[in-house]
């Protein structure tokens, strides 16, 4: 596995740290904002004797109260559906040595997360890029596409909703096409739905798990993490209806024993986090993504799709290569002893010289500090020497529509 | 993965406890003792502002204090040759990740923990077994077997020490003698230590980290789990001075982004757990420990070696057939409404056929509990139809010996 962009990127901000400089981190999916008090009330005050392995497949408890959340979502799963793990990391590693053997072949729209590389690797799994479009929001391509990239060793076909990095929300009409298209070849459809919460469109967010004669196909990835700014938990959970894939996943669960103790009583609580927790968590990412969205389009040549969902924007940026681009900005570029750290997008594109003019933007942080460092990025943009006006894409519906 | 034969008499043990019978669990290491306050407290009050990802290869602050501990058992290592994992079983699938292409094989003398099955499923790794033998306690079999198994396909040996499931402590020669075979054939040799501070011999324990000239080759594999009391933590560190390991390991690391953050707070409290507390733990497996090869070597027909150190001791049985012999216990076998879950130790052979007259035993309950299942077990030798004396092996060094 090579170094990805964002990475080799760190250490030029903590020497541009050294120097004195502000540096404002937009390149990570971590949240700055507090778990609720329920979640930490849980933490503090549980009674521990024993510290011991819970079941493998995640506390009896927890599983059928996050049963019942999500039969309030209009998604019908029964507690045995549910396979706690460590994080939506190891659910998908789960998924993936559950579904495919060694080479088989996994269908995946670019840009996509970069980190899904590592679990692919992991569980010898190869990724088949389908290469969506800043063109068009990063809208789901056209089925036809996947058709063409199905072989012999395709093994199902993975999306995440809404999406990291573009924020694009997959419509009802595009997860039903793809819902088609398993039934058809017999594929396994995956759908980290880790986001979810996070949608700021009044359609309805549709998962997979709602689709109709789709029980045997359909996975699920979920995760304590963003939805109750929890991280370090590292608690996720797989989900199917399918029988054989849970019997063989719960293989793999036993295999490691169990999920973190304390993080399961934490997620279980933070089940329980109050309306006006949840809501504010809410308002604030949707107020920084408001702000974000309009400030990079109206600086000069950036254009961003106004993202559906998640903390993240793309961005398309007017320079000749945003790996070069944000590493100077954090070797060479200074306004008022600050600067900023993003995702050059190439690290999201498995397809080779892709992203090139893009980046992923994290709203991670308040909007004082996002002021900050959009003021930076405006600025920059103006000196930096790379700069090159990229042809205008012909039009993005939901920037005019925001 | 076939279903081992500890997880098929589960539900057997649950139906007794059903029918009104006290079932002694006797069958996974899981302890029952309490974790130290000094690591209760670091959950109850280290202050939170946000639960994030840590650094992927765990927080610095433990991996420092880590490298201290090391240091102090003759391990020289800095805390960048540690990363945390989530368990000791995410730091054995990190190094099989790391060694290890598809279809590759790792030598492992059986009987081995049948979990290692698991870790090898999901990296594609063969497990190729030597088999030890109770004849002589499960002692390093002879090097000249290990030759004949090493083909263009094997990339390292695999031990854990002191040994889950015999109890057997490898001695400073045996390391020894497999430090010059991975250095002869430029193989990798993984050493899972989780029990080391387990060992009720004067003898020393010899980790392969004290082994010279052995840097590139040897792993250590450890976990919080047992020498705290704190298996729920999901606690465990891969430690090598191998550089290209480490920072190949980290990447794995980095796609799962960190290990529990929680875990980590507990497990860096932990090492500052008191002399106290620790002697007194010790204390109490060595009771246990003597008191259960005692009973069973006192038992007709009944063979048990005096395991040196982990809490398991593995024991042959009178009987045809363990698997059944322990099934039986917990459907046909009735003393004053109590029985007994044992581990059928055909789980922890490869070999097709092998551990069909042993068992093995974890002494994971307290003294009053071990002399009731132990009274259990002789009775129910006694009364088990089919009960077959064994051939007797010619001798066991140390049973004579204690």
């Not at 927890?62 to 549910?82: C, G, H, M, Q, S």
């Not at 979810?196 to 004669?213: A, H, I, N, W």
Request: aromatic content about 10%; charged content about 25%.
């Amino acid at each position: 596995m090579p170094a990805s962009p964002i990475r080799k990127l760190v250490p030029f901000a903590e020497q541009a740290i050294r120097d004195g400089k502000k540096v404002y981190y937009l390149n990570i999916g971590q949240p700055d904002l507090p778990p609720s008090d329920t979640t930490l009330s849980a933490i503090r005050n549980t009674p521990i004797d024993v510290i011991e392995y819970s079941h493998s497949a995640g506390n009896v408890s927890y599983r059928k109260k996050l049963a019942d959340y999500y039969k309030k979502l209009e998604i019908d799963v029964e507690f045995d559906n549910i396979l706690i793990t460590t994080g939506a990391s190891e659910a998908i590693m789960f998924a993936f040595n559950c579904c495919c053997n060694p080479g088989d072949e996994i269908i995946m729209p670019e840009p996509f997360y970069a980190n899904y590389n590592g679990f692919a690797t992991a569980t010898d799994v190869n990724i088949v890029p389908i290469t969506s479009s800043i063109e068009n929001n990063f809208a789901l391509p056209p089925i036809s596409e996947f058709e063409k990239k199905i072989t012999s060793k395709t093994k199902g076909i993975f999306i995440c909703n809404p999406n990291n990095p573009t924020g694009y929300l997959y419509s009802r009409r595009e997860i039903e096409m793809l819902g088609e298209l398993v039934k058809k070849y017999n594929l396994y459809l995956f759908s980290d739905e880790v986001y979810r919460t996070l949608c700021y469109v009044d359609e309805p967010f549709f998962s997979v798990m709602q689709l109709k004669g789709c029980d045997q196909n359909t996975m699920l990835i979920d995760s304590a993490s963003k939805r109750y700014n929890a991280c370090g938990l590292r608690i996720g959970a797989l989900i199917t209806r399918n029988r054989e894939i849970v019997d063989t996943a719960m293989k793999f669960a036993q295999a490691r024993l169990s999920p973190p103790h304390f993080g399961q009583i934490a997620g279980e609580a933070a089940l329980d986090s109050s309306e006006d927790y949840l809501n504010r968590i809410f308002d604030e990412f949707k107020s920084r993504r408001d702000f974000i969205v309009s400030a990079l389009n109206r600086m000069d040549g950036v254009i961003a799709p106004a993202a559906k969902g998640t903390f993240y924007v793309m961005a398309q940026l007017p320079v000749d290569d945003t790996e070069k681009f944000c590493q100077w900005l954090l070797t060479d570029f200074n306004h008022k002893q600050q600067t900023l750290l993003l995702a050059p997008a190439s690290g999201f594109y498995k397809t080779a010289g892709l992203g090139r003019h893009e980046v992923r933007i994290a709203y991670v942080l308040g909007i004082n500090d996002l002021r900050n460092a959009m003021d930076c990025l405006e600025l920059a943009l103006k000196q930096y020497p790379g700069r090159k006006e990229i042809k205008r894409v012909k039009s993005i519906s939901s920037v005019s529509g925001f």
